[in-house]
């Protein structure tokens, strides 16, 4: 079974259009993040949720808009994509701040 | 602040060589330490972690040792090998449900 499960692992879309990725863990954390790794490979954290709840929003454009339906879920659409947005998105989960489980990477291209 | 400086890449190195990859990190308190390492086309994978001052992570001939003196937790292997060309990555708890601080990042090139 895979912990932090994140669909699709390949997103190439146009700009302006409307897009969502989704992730689950099976893990039974309370916490949950998504990180957007840009070609250099830096990560960044975006946006972290706390039983449902967010916890941080990383200064992240409001075309952004993760949505948690329950724990084990957080999903992150994004309106009116732009080129800047290609990157690799990571979702992650963790117990209170220790070890992060981090899912395959969504990597999304904008055409 | 709450920061993790790692040495910048690429760092190339033919089989079998020595590797050092340093860190430092800067924190109020004693957090736990981590190292991830990310393979081509993957997500990132907890390679080692030590949870207090002294104590040294291993996993798969990588060690790093908690050094509070120094603030630091640089990653050795001994012997490298063409399968450990990756990007990796130094990290520190941080307080409360906030995520871990990541350094940003090494990239290691083995060549044979």
């Known amino acids: 079974d895979t912990a932090v499960s994140q669909t699709p692992k390949y997103l190439v879309t146009q700009m302006g259009n409307d897009k969502s990725i989704k992730c689950e863990q099976n893990?039974?954390?309370?916490?949950m993040y998504w990180y957007k790794q840009d070609s250099k490979k830096f990560l960044k954290i975006m946006f972290s949720y706390n039983n449902k709840e967010l916890i941080i929003n990383e200064t992240v454009p409001n075309r952004f808009s993760p949505k948690s339906p329950d724990k084990a879920h957080l999903n992150l659409h994004i309106n009116s994509l732009e080129l800047g947005d290609s990157a690799v998105y990571f979702c992650?989960?963790?117990?209170?701040?220790?070890?992060?489980?981090f899912g395959q990477g969504t990597r999304l291209t904008v055409v | 602040g709450n920061s993790v400086t790692q040495m910048e890449g690429p760092v190339t190195l033919s089989e079998e060589a020595f590797l050092t990859i340093n860190c430092t990190y800067t924190a109020t308190g004693y957090p736990s330490l981590f190292w991830y390492v990310q393979y081509p086309g993957e997500g990132l994978q907890l390679l080692l972690k030590a949870t207090k001052a002294d104590d040294k992570g291993s996993n798969k001939g990588f060690e790093a040792t908690y050094r509070k003196e120094t603030t630091s937790f640089h990653l050795e292997k001994g012997s490298v090998q063409v399968s450990d060309s990756a990007v990796y990555f130094c990290a520190r708890e941080n307080s409360g449900n906030t995520p871990l601080v990541f350094g940003k990042g090494t990239r290691l090139s083995v060549i044979a």
């Open positions: 992650a989960s963790s117990q209170d701040s220790g070890e992060a489980f």
């Open positions: 893990l039974g954390h309370d916490t």
